[in-house]
């Protein structure tokens, strides 16, 4: 008995997952089909003497990095609010007119400036989280709207921070964290992600956070009932989305390196919210699976890549890409869902019905 | 006695619903701040001309904004109405270049629209898909298809619609004395007709229909609705049809106004219209909200961007700077409103609780 329920448990867990899963395979026997070379990898130098890895799907694992930071953090504020920020490409945009201003203030970049220099717009991004997570948590104002006020002006604050230009920054150590570290041959970024996932996981693990907000998302008046201080849970959970916001904003600026306002990380909103529905979450809060937000993150990014792979031009991708999601939403939708359980309930129940006849007999 | 007479007509009188309240905010806001432009500011602010500007330049937004709000009040959200309106925009355009007919570059509009409605809709309430990702992949398409297109601007160059275009309704008596002496009246462009006519109509329907009726009802309380015997799939799918045929209206209007088709056209039209219905007093959480408010919410934002303009804050980031505290400013407004209402109303119903007991 207990050893179904966990075969249960386990389908359960793996079927929040099936939909990037299933989009994971789609676009991987599309490209065996199409151009079987667009997985190939191979060693290459760069231009600083480097080895490094190169390929199709290097350049989407590291593509998607900033999606992929951005997308735990939006999972933890759907989680727990029940609704998203639509404003992290402007404050990631702040966070790195921030990091550039102090990197080029800086009369010689080391290692510690950059750290200082993170850690300032990682408190920058935290106080403009912060600000979000008042207007949520204190005004319940609803998330999308709360975040509309930053989104209509944070990249304008940003224009303001470095009074209008586009600086640029040059310095090893930032275009290491934008490229790759001399002796090591994956991407930065990739690098980046992976520490991220882990301190989260560790924050889940040794901590009550992933309960407490679960609880306050699925019913928030018995959360409060039961002792949770729901305020703060979802104060934390912007804030978190701060941390994540600031990282992505110093991926961008060192890939780059140059901040540019009004186009760093643009758009990269609507992206993250998709990551995180193709992850299975659901967008109203309650249960929620960071490692599903983080495939999505993948999915997203490696359909650009086939589309780019494909000659479609930037400014089309996005009519195929829509349709793609759309394909994919239908197959994770509730009633597709239930027509699908049933069909296969109808299948099992004739199979076993069919096994019953023959003990019978 | 007389107290009694006194304290009478003001049992009668009803409270004001939180959608009045909220309205009634927006508009005193709204006169006071035109009111403070122009003593403060006067030049063009004296003009009716002023107005009728603020018109003719946002009536697209306005139609906008009316199918957003009807969507808020059922409790979805339409993220698609700015790329819709680009789309029929640019393939107006380049149908009406290519010897088009004008009353089929109409139906075009309206058709392509009613289209993006009518998916959204059965995705949304037949498939049970969140409306934020089906209307989020609706707005990718519509942007994507757009630059399909044409990527280059397209100018029209239609004789007859050209001539449409400039047909204004002249009103002398509200017009002013130019520096040379002339008198120019004031112009309202024929798109202001349509979206003033569009408020009514969708004024008149949430109002004095059943269907309007079922659109608070489904916002206000999904499960209510139902157990009312409301065709709650139905309702749904309503509001993202209406949506969409206003969206397929704006993008005519629009094209009326610019003239030329362009694939950054009404970009952020779906922010500056959600931003429009909520400082009308629309919220997103659905079953609060009126047309006339998300009107006069329109004309605010747009009146405000012009003040920062003609104050002498020419710097591009000074307008979203603006906007931005001014729709801090409304929020913050209404979620005090709305929870000392009901501080308030929780304290009568515990007084007279205890009243009657």
Redo the contacts between chains.
Sequence with gaps: MSEMKKAMKKSGNIGQLMIPLIAFGLLIVFNLIRDPSFFSIETKLNNTGNTVLAGNLISIINGASELAVLAIGMTLVTAACGG?DISVGAAAAIAGSVFVKIVRGAADVNGLTVILAFLACCVVAMIFGSFNGM?VSV????P???T??????G???A??ING?ATPTISSPITSAIGSFIPGVPIPTPVIIVAVMVILFNLLFRFTTLRLYTQAVGINQSAARLNGINTTMIKLLSFILLGVCVSVAGCIGVCRLQLINHETLLLDIE?DT??AV?IGGNN??GGKFRISGSILGAYVIQMLTTTLYAMKV?S?????????V??LL??IG????KRWFTKKMGNLRGAGLRRAGAKEGV | MTVKNASLPQKRREPLTDTQLLMTITICIFFAMYALAMLLLGGGFLRPQQIFDLLNDNAALIIVACGLTVVMIGGG?DISVGGVTSLVVMSCVLYLNNDGNMFVAMLLALGIGLAFGVVHGL?VS?????P???T??????A???T??LS?NPQKLAHEGLNALRAVKIEIPWLGYIAKNGNLIPGRIELGVLVALLCVVVVFLILKYTRLGRNFYALGGNQQSALMLGINVKRTRFMTFVISGLLSGIAGFVFMMHTGAGN?TNAAGAE?NA??SS?IGGT???GGVGNIIGTFFGTLTLTTIKKIVVTSGLK???????T???M??FF??LQ??VL?NREKHNAKKKDSSAVKKG
Excluded: H, N
């Excluded at chain 1, 400014?315 to 349709?323: G, L, N, P, R, W």
């Excluded at chain 1, 939708?333 to 597709?336: K, R, T, W």
């Design positions: 998203q207007l005004f319940r104002i609803q999308m709207i709360a509309l006020i930053l989104y209509t002006c990249r304008s604050i224009y303001w209008g609507m919210i998709l529905a967008l109203g031009s400014t089309d991708v996005k009519a195929y890409k829509a349709i999601i759309i939403v239908v939708s509730p009633v597709v | 959200i995705l037949y498939l049970e898909i969140q934020f990702i089906v989020l992949a609706g707005m990718f398409f942007r994507g298809m630059t399909i990527v694939a922010m959600i931003a909520i919220l997103l959480t710097d591009p980031w000074w307008q979203s700077i906007t931005g505290a729709l801090l929020i913050v979620s005090v929870s």
